[in-house]
Nanobody, 125 residues
């Protein structure tokens, strides 16, 4: 079992920045690829970014490429999502997820085994 807890969400003005964190506990964190997803009200959950177990490869949704950066610190069992140049359309609940195995890139939520409870990000115009 892996437990994931997100933090760092909040209210920010358009053009601002936030850094989300996802702390993991349980099974070996460094064995898992990690991803961030988001879900806005009335919309389906969508992929945001993913990172391999080593941190050597990353993958982003087109909508966030160049603005968001995913990273991880395996010594701290934590994955991060640095979000810059935020837009109102980035408003959503953001979830981190952990997936075991070699599948890459992991853009489908079904490829992940564990999920956090989510953290709200609200971007005002």
């Amino acid at each position: 079992q892996v437990q994931l807890v997100e933090s760092g969400g909040g209210l920010v003005q358009a053009g601002g920045s936030l850094r989300l964190s996802c702390a993991a506990s349980g099974r070996t964190f460094s064995s898992y690829a990690m991803g961030w997803f988001r879900q806005a009200p009335g919309k389906e959950r969508e992929f945001v970014a993913a990172i391999t177990w080593s941190g050597g490869s990353t993958y982003y949704a087109d909508s966030v490429k160049g603005r968001f950066t995913i990273s991880r610190d395996n010594a701290k069992n934590t994955v991060y999502l640095q979000m810059n140049s935020l837009k109102p359309e980035d408003t959503a609940v953001y979830y981190c997820a952990a997936g075991f195995g070699s599948s890459w890139p992991r853009v489908n939520g079904l490829e992940y085994d564990y999920w956090g409870q989510g953290t709200q990000v609200t971007v005002s115009s």
